[in-house]
């Protein structure tokens, strides 16, 4: 297959740039800077005209498109425009590319959050029957209307031999260098990782490995189409989290991080508590309804699994 990956330079397209690739598929990355990767070819894009990278998406199989500016900052009104933009004028542009293909790929996913949904604790959130809208607890507005733009954007491309498909994203955690593991195993490494927040707030979350056969699963599965929340079948709370962290890890000390440290942290490091208090509580029905098999459905499987291959 031909799999090209628009934005695939971070974290997840590194995973998926390796899975494939690994697998001898040829694996195309669109990036704004780019070098050598890991048995692939990088394309040179802006992200927002169309330019010569077009042609690599006619004739391929498949279209991940991953761009987006990290939220993982300030949410200052230029940062919340730049995260915006960059995702809906991507968006857009990879459709038109699309629209002028004459061999179209069968299957464009384009990447989403799974904190679209509602700050909850009681029922989770799932494809049909998931609750949406801003709360104040979990200072989440920003972050919704970047969703829904991006959403938005990709809903109103039109394409008739394209499938199109959403994906709602959840925690993403595997071995590959940047990734939200890395920065979790430092804070229980330094005894920082105890609960943060009322560390009742629930955390969906997948690994790696399955995240990679879940687009496999969609490039494969013709009936797959729509929106699909990217997460394993069992969330946990953020305290039972870090608890499963640290037996992992065998550190016994974790020190909390209360919501008043945890704002003065964020301040600090350039980012917004909003990433660690919203409770993201959703669970993957659609994954589970076309018989989906997670090879990690259970957080503590799932980090022996990532701490086994650090060590290899």
């Not at 010569?52 to 200052?76: F, M, Q």
């Not at 189409?225 to 974790?254: Q, T």
Request: aromatic fraction near 10%; charged fraction near 25%.
């Amino acid at each position: 297959m031909k799999i090209v990956l628009p934005g695939g330079s971070g974290f997840l397209g590194k995973t998926l740039v390796r899975y494939f690739a690994d697998q001898g598929h040829e694996v195309v990355v669109l990036s704004r800077k780019p070098g050598a990767g890991h048995n692939c070819r990088s394309v040179e894009w802006d992200g927002q005209t169309l330019g010569p990278w077009a042609s690599e998406l006619d004739g391929a199989d498949a279209v991940i498109n991953l761009s987006g500016r990290s939220v993982n900052c300030r949410g200052t009104p230029k940062n919340h425009r730049e995260m915006i933009d960059s995702r809906v004028f991507s968006t857009r542009v990879i459709g038109e590319a699309i629209k002028r293909s004459q061999n179209p790929p069968a299957v464009w996913m384009n990447s989403s959050t799974a904190t679209i949904y509602k700050h909850r604790f009681d029922k989770p959130n799932d494809e049909a029957t998931g609750l949406y809208g801003a709360h104040p607890d979990a200072k989440d507005k920003y972050s919704l209307e970047i969703a829904d733009a991006w959403e938005n954007a990709f809903t109103e491309v039109k394409l008739e031999k394209t499938r199109k498909i959403i994906l709602r994203v959840s925690l993403v955690l595997g071995s590959e260098p940047g990734g939200i593991y890395e920065v979790l195993r430092s804070l229980v490494k330094f005894r920082l990782g105890g609960k943060m927040g009322t560390g009742k707030q629930l955390v969906s979350w997948i690994h790696s490995d399955d995240f990679c056969q879940a687009v496999d699963h969609f490039i494969k599965n013709q009936y797959s189409e729509g929106i699909y929340n990217i997460c394993a079948p069992n969330p946990l709370s953020n305290n039972d989290m870090m608890k499963a962290l640290r037996n992992e890890l065998s550190v016994k000390i974790g020190l909390p991080a209360y919501e008043w440290m945890l704002e003065i942290g964020a301040f600090f490091i350039r980012t917004e508590t909003e990433l660690i208090i919203k409770s993201r509580y959703v669970i993957p029905s659609r994954l589970l309804e076309e018989n989906f098999e997670f090879k990690y459905p259970l957080f503590d499987q799932a980090v022996h699994s990532i701490e086994t291959q650090l060590k290899s």
